[in-house]
């Protein structure tokens, strides 16, 4: 689904994805995990080119990546992107940001665009809030309604970027679960996360980064327990004693 061959990026002196090889098949889960500055944000951000790169290729469904124009909105029609803030229209209710993109992108029409809208914001757990705006949710029910709104898309693939960082410990819950349920769907992701329980039930394989590479990859049940690189086992150790 996702194919990166030989991707650098710099920015400045800095280079934050070095010799960057990585293949997503359909329907996996890759949890992508390391210290900050690692260049896991920038590596999630390539794959929809909101980061251009300065060598190699990415490749969606054997497609290379578009320059712009129309074509680069095709791809991100088809690449869901859920972000650390919850990017809603604020002046827009909840059912009206989801169905936005399908109407305006896809030409859906409008009554059809809600019904699947709703069905969506009822599989996230808020659809009892369709008629809201943004601003009198919670930050959790507003990344639920990010995640639906990615959804109605019907993306082939759907990228995170950190979706829980910015949200109280008690709402954090709520939105891991709605993604666990994503990925036992079948919903082909990629997700940057300081989450290790959801690293451990939802991957079906943790990438582990440092300083721009992929130092490690495996599955969460031998990269938690036995992880070969002496970068891993020292920011394991760092976040699982506490």
């Given amino acids: 689904m996702v194919a990166m061959r030989g991707v650098q990026k710099h920015f400045g002196a800095l280079h934050v994805l070095q010799d960057i ?7 996996e889960v890759v949890v ?15 794959i929809n080119r909101l980061e251009t790169i300065d060598e190699g290729s990415i490749e969606i469904e054997g497609r290379p990546l578009p320059q712009e124009g129309k074509a680069l909105a095709q791809l991100r029609a088809d690449v869901g992107m859920v972000f650390q803030s919850f990017n809603l229209f604020a002046h827009k209710t ?4 989801v169905t936005l993109g399908p109407v305006k992108v896809r030409g859906v029409a409008k009554a059809d665009a809600e019904k699947r809208g709703l069905e969506l914001l009822e599989r996230v757990g808020v659809a009892s809030q369709a008629g809201k705006l943004p601003a009198q949710l919670s930050g959790g029910q507003q990344q639920r309604v990010a995640i639906a709104r990615s959804l109605a898309m019907e993306p082939k693939v759907m990228l995170f970027d950190e979706p829980t ?8 819950k709520e939105v891991l679960d709605t993604m666990v349920s994503l990925a036992q769907g079948g919903m082909t992701m990629v997700v940057v996360t300081h989450e290790m329980g959801f690293a451990r039930t939802a991957a079906d394989r943790v990438l582990f980064m440092a300083d721009g590479r992929i130092v490690e990859q495996n599955t969460p049940e031998e990269f938690f327990t036995n992880p070969q690189s002496e970068r891993a086992r020292d920011f394991l150790d760092k976040i699982l004693k506490h």
């Fill in 32 to 46: 992508v995990i390391g210290p900050s500055g690692s260049g896991k944000s920038t590596l999630c951000r390539t």
């Fill in 21 to 27: 090889e990585l293949d997503v098949a359909p329907g």
């Fill in 165 to 172: 960082s910015a949200l109280d410990p008690e709402m954090i």
């Fill in 94 to 97: 909840v059912l009206e940001n």
